[in-house]
């Protein structure tokens, strides 16, 4: 009997009280984390567009620190796939990874072989492949032992200026998109709009969340880590331009932000999910790991393994309080779509 009185429960649990209005929940992720995070996004790839016109040079300081800025901002919104980063496959020209095939190295040097006239003309490479797209291929032009050297300086020069505006224009256009009306639909749903109710705005915030949270453990963790007899070091995120562990961390701190946002008021949910928050995010800090190249080792790779798990706990909260809070259902997976 105790297995359906638990099952009972938390179906009970899917529609409580509400301390404050849901819609006052979504309106403060909206306004507060949401537009926030996509206006640094795109002044941070300007500053990044806008160094490389004067250095476009791959060992240049100045350009490296455009780039980390503009990617650090990328990172703080890249669990906000929806609307306007998914219109025109916008997220993915922006952040194609994982790339299990190798293609996006592939691609470049291909272009920069035969010196592709496409990367001449800004509205040309729109339509090349996302692999030689947006932040991924970017630290490759500017990072990678072979990449970054191949071909002549003019040519990179122009591939590297390419990319950055390119960036530039894909962020501009998901803030626009955002600030001209998208944001409107998850602040008054009806049901003629894209999300008929409250209920349903304040749930594309918690599949963020999820997600998000989802994404951090399996994948920029669960990659690199692989299997205790086969681990995959080389396939840690941005371990070229040394940032893995840096998007761990950045994510944690945007996630967490926007989680608390959505539990408002509930004084029992926040403890609970700063508690969890806190127990991850310290262990991040005390990784002295950048790459993630302890998980050959035992021990050091038992402690990105413990990231890992702090990582499924903060999940855990997500699902089974913050979740039912805002009228979704034990067991929801936010990867299997509405």
Known sequence: MRPLFFSFAMILAAVPAVAQPISELTADAVNNHVL?????????????????????????????????????????????????????????????????????????????????????????????????RGFYALEFLLYDDVIAVAGTDAYRCTLIRTVTGDIAALTDAIYDDWTSGYADQLLHPSPEATYHTEEEAAQEMFKAVSTGLEFVGDTRLGRPLGTFDRPRATRAEARRSGRSARHVELSLVALRDLAMRLAGDDVALATNLNNAFDRA?????????????????????????????????????????????????????????D
């Open 36 to 132: 926030p995070g996509f206006s640094r996004l795109a002044a941070q790839s300007q500053v990044l567009a806008d160094v490389a016109q004067s250095d476009c040079v791959s060992g240049s300081p100045q350009l490296q620190a455009a780039y980390g800025d503009a990617f650090d901002a990328w990172i703080g919104v890249s669990h906000l796939r929806f609307g306007p980063s998914e219109r025109d496959d916008r997220a993915y020209a922006l952040a194609f990874w994982p790339d299990s095939r190798a293609v996006t190295p592939k691609t470049l040097a291909a272009m920069i072989a035969s010196e592709d006239d496409i990367a001449q003309n800004l509205d040309d490479y729109a339509d090349v492949s996302i692999a030689a």
């Open 281 to 337: 995010q310290s262990r991040v800090e005390q990784l002295d790991d950048p790459v993630f190249a302890g998980v050959d080792d035992p021990m050091t790779r038992f402690e990105i393994e413990v990231v890992q798990q702090n990582v499924s706990a903060i999940r855990t909260v997500v699902r089974n309080e913050l979740g039912p809070k805002l009228g979704v259902i034990a067991g929801f997976n936010a990867l299997d779509g």
